[in-house]
């Protein structure tokens, strides 16, 4: 909450900035060389929000909350490295490989502008069906040749392209939605976890995964369920079948003020081999103390929002 004079901060004392850590990593904790009773406490993550000023206020008050309407974590003197250039303003570039412009693009290519179009790329599987989206991307092109691909296409070269992207280690997960959207439950569980994530953000980008089943009575396929991620996948297949997506704001476990997205209409999820995600997530928790499991968070949030949860 950087500033507290109005006048001294032209970007308004008074009006709170928030960022999101997300997916943090602690590194490191030690005493501070400010003061022995305090911490430096070192953390990795990818940060969402507004850089509105090259360097950070003299007078700024750091507050650290649990999520958005999360409990009360701490307070910080100052906050390193928040107000560098990061990644997200200065993307790495990008080369498309065997691009076949549209009339739109060759004009772009022969008149090119210095600060490019936003555009959207979209990822296609063998059928010519979205798989995954990119928005906002910024088409400043500057370099092109024709592609060995074939003589009608070509390789373009982009300034930036998008900050975050998929890591090799996932490349098969990208392999096999490439062939279609999966009809075999149980698909995601041969991954490893980052596999499962990536297998999560398809699912969540497939249009209509998210409709529900008509069957009062799901089934969670619990065998598999070792990792957060695999949770995601197994309860999104029994909602909305394989390669189904159940859209919950899972931050509400974080304490986010939306509560939770309610389902169409109440169901009763059975959770097989529920013992496997209790022993696998002993230790992760999304409570401050670290006190509550996280498949007792799970199942609370499922009951608020109307889900009955038999485990078995």
Request: charged content about 25%; some cysteine.
């Amino acid at each position: 909450m950087p500033g507290a004079d109005p006048e001294a901060d032209p970007f308004h004392a008074y009006d709170t900035h928030h960022w999101e850590l997300l997916d943090p990593v602690l590194l490191g904790c030690r005493p501070s060389a400010l003061d022995p009773s305090l911490v430096d406490v070192t953390v990795e993550a990818e940060v969402d929000g507004p850089v509105r000023q090259p360097t950070e206020p003299a007078d700024a008050r750091w507050l650290l909350f649990n999520g958005a309407g999360g409990a009360d974590l701490g307070e910080c003197r100052g906050v390193e490295g928040l107000y560098a250039k990061r990644p997200l303003s200065d993307a790495p570039p990008m080369r498309l490989i065997g691009c076949e412009p549209g009339e739109r693009l060759l004009r772009r290519l022969v008149r090119p502008r210095a600060d490019g179009d936003w555009v959207t790329l979209l990822a296609v599987d063998r059928s010519g069906r979205v798989m995954r989206f990119q928005e906002h991307m910024s088409l400043e092109v500057v370099a092109s040749r024709p592609s060995a691909l074939g003589v009608t296409l070509v390789d373009l070269w982009l300034r930036k392209g998008p900050a975050v992207r998929p890591v090799p280690a996932v490349r098969p997960v990208w392999d096999a939605w490439f062939e279609g959207p999966p009809t075999e439950p149980g698909s995601w569980a041969a991954f490893p976890p980052e596999g499962r994530a990536e297998w999560a953000a398809f699912a969540a980008a497939r249009q209509g995964a998210g409709r529900p089943l008509p069957d009062p009575v799901r089934h969670l396929d619990g065998r598999y369920v070792t990792d957060v991620s695999a949770l995601v996948c197994a309860l999104g297949e029994a909602v909305a079948g394989p390669g189904g997506h159940y859209h919950q704001c899972w931050r509400a476990l974080r304490g986010c003020q939306c509560g939770g997205e309610r389902p169409p209409a109440p169901f009763t999820l059975v959770w097989h081999d529920a013992d496997v995600a209790r022993r696998a997530l002993a230790s992760v928790s999304v409570d401050t103390a670290g006190e509550t499991p996280y498949v007792d968070d799970v199942l609370r949030l499922l009951a608020r929002v109307g889900i009955t949860v038999e485990l078995r």
